[in-house]
């Protein structure tokens, strides 16, 4: 009597029953992402002006930015509620980049005065973004959509570098004040990171890169200073 084979088929009618899940999510997840990063590229298109635009003329180029963004943020939700039905570490590699796109660019409105700043140069923190995203941060006590430390850390870096620019941009401009805020406040976060014990080698790698960002903008402030261009404490 033939022996039948030990290997039920059905094992792989259902292993195949789950790739095809596994499909049908990441299709979902990319679809959404897709979007999110062109409109990524639009709002950082937008935000590109603030280098050749006045410092007057700013709140202009932050409002745009801001309409873009809201473009942004509704993609974020439908990110966040297709994701939250999957498990967060399995589908993060998929929209990271993104979100930290995102995250950057509300960053940067923040800082060029929108997001109720009322004035430039600040930083909003994590809990800011997340509130402005509308999405948890740094998520322990359950397994949905939220932005890591590490994001918005790596989001940070993008911000500085972004600023170094400035910085330069500004002088052609004819605008000596904001590079030496601009040296302030890149000195402020690179002493803060001085403090973080980074694991992540991304962002340690990235992160390391900030003291040549430091001298680049000190050096713009330097060259003011030899130029008698500095501006006044009080103006």
Known sequence: MAQHGMVDPAIFESLQEKVDQESATREVLQEIVQTLEKQGRSAKA?????????????QDVVNSAEGAVRHQLDSVTKLSEAASKQPYYKWNWIWTHQVQDTIFT???????????????????????????????????????FHITITEYLLSLVSLIEELSRLARNSVTLGDYKRPVQISQFIKDVHAGFQILNLKNDILRKRSDGLKYKVKEVEDVVYDLSLRGLMPKEDS
């Open 106 to 144: 509300i960053l940067f409105c923040g800082w060029l005065g929108g997001y109720n700043s009322k004035e430039s140069g600040r930083l909003l923190t994590i809990e800011e973004v997340g509130e402005i995203m509308k999405v948890p941060v740094n998520l322990k006590d359950r397994d949905a």
């Open 46 to 58: 937008i935000l590109s002006r603030a280098h050749s635009t006045p410092v007057s003329e700013v």
